[in-house]
């Protein structure tokens, strides 16, 4: 069966400061590898995915992912965090069937 | 209008009403899903219609009911609903392909509260 594990619940960083979200995923051949981004009272949108090719996937709104095989890890970066990145970010992964495991989401706070 | 587009955006029902939650979507997606998204837990996939196929987790109530006329539109049917059923019900859609997962597109959700 295929997991995704976002091992923080709530991450706060300074506005400019660098973001890493973390996540690990469980699946038995090369997965489907998606982040999802939510602000409070709407759906999600997608920032990024990953299928096959290039690891470092480039995405919406400056934000970039890299799939590390070797660790199980599609981990979310983005250089320079701005106040309006302040939402909840879900981690997801599909495999040839049509449905999308998603993590529990990681909060993320922006200091000004 | 384009993307996914969910009706009503927040609902208050009582445990005996009757009540229909819309999606519609104007992508041309061939697949479409009901999740329930609670607070502090990960979102919880209620329902799948696939290429005129239905696809359900067998431990959502009876109490939901699912119907898709057709590709582009999915309505989820409440009644009797408990206050735990309170939640954010989210519709998305996506396109499927032979051995390719393309994502999701999601509308922006209803706010359900049972009192």
Known sequence: AQSVTQPDIHITVSEGASLELRCNYSYGATPYLFWYVQSPGQGLQLLLKYFSGDTLVQGIKGFEAEFKRSQSSFNLRKPSVHWSDAAEYFCAVGGSARQLTFGSGTQLTVLP | ?115
Request: hydrophobic share 30%.
């Open chain 2, 1 to 115: 209008e384009t993307g996914v587009t969910q009706t009503p955006r927040h609902l208050v029902m009582g445990m005996t009403n009757k009540k229909s939650l819309k999606c519609e979507q104007h992508l041309g997606h061939n697949a479409m899903y009901w999740y329930k998204q609670s607070a502090k837990k990960p979102l919880e996939l209620m329902f799948v219609y696939s290429l005129e196929e239905r696809v359900e987790n067998n431990s959502v109530p009876s109490r939901f009911s699912p119907e898709c006329p057709n590709s582009s539109h999915l309505f989820l049917h409440l009644h009797t609903l408990q206050p735990e059923d309170s939640a954010l019900y989210l519709c998305a859609s996506s396109q499927e392909g032979r051995g390719q997962h393309y994502g999701y597109t999601f509308g922006s959700g209803t706010r359900l509260t049972v009192v």
